[in-house]
Structure formats: structure tokens, C-alpha cells
């Protein structure tokens, strides 16, 4: 929490702790998996930069296969137990 408090540039814990919080719960899944439609939002963004990104698949560059061995073996589910 005192790296969050730093970077958030306040002092006020409860603050610190609830925005901790908010993201934790509500904003980063706790099964992060990748979908195609947020991959695809990716391409399109480096593809303003670099045309060839809008010609890939965003299947192509979604690889969950460390992400399911987690899953499956029943790590994440004891990371919040």
C-alpha cells in the first residue's frame, strides 16, 4: 500500500485502500483471459501506426495456454482463499 500511496502522491490510507480496492475487485479480473474483441481493440491502435497489424488475427496472437495450466491446476482460485 506505501508504493500505491507514493505513486498516488497521498497520505490518506483509506484512500489508497479503497481505490486498491475498486481496481482488485472490480476492474482487473481475477482470470485475466484474453478475448478477441480486446486484442482486436490492440491491433486497431498499432495499426494507426503500423497499417500491417490491421491484418491480423487477434486469434493469432492470443496464446492461453500458461494462463489455462494456472486455471486448471487450481492456483488462482487459491490466490484468493
Avoid: C, H
Avoid at 16 to 34: E, L, S
Avoid at 49 to 61: D, F, G, L, T, Y
Avoid at 65 to 81: A, M, V, W
Amino acid at each position: 500500500m506505501a508504493i500505491s500511496a507514493k505513486y498516488m502522491r497521498t497520505n490518506d490510507m483509506e484512500a489508497v485502500a479503497a481505490t486498491w480496492d475498486y481496481f482488485a475487485n472490480k476492474i482487473v479480473p481475477k482470470k485475466p483471459y484474453p478475448t478477441a474483441q480486446g486484442i482486436k481493440a490492440l491491433l486497431d491502435l498499432a495499426a494507426k501506426e503500423r497499417p500491417e497489424a490491421a491484418k491480423v488475427s487477434p486469434e493469432r496472437m492470443m496464446n492461453v495456454s500458461l494462463l489455462k495450466e494456472l486455471d486448471d491446476s487450481g492456483f488462482i482460485d487459491r490466490l484468493y482463499k
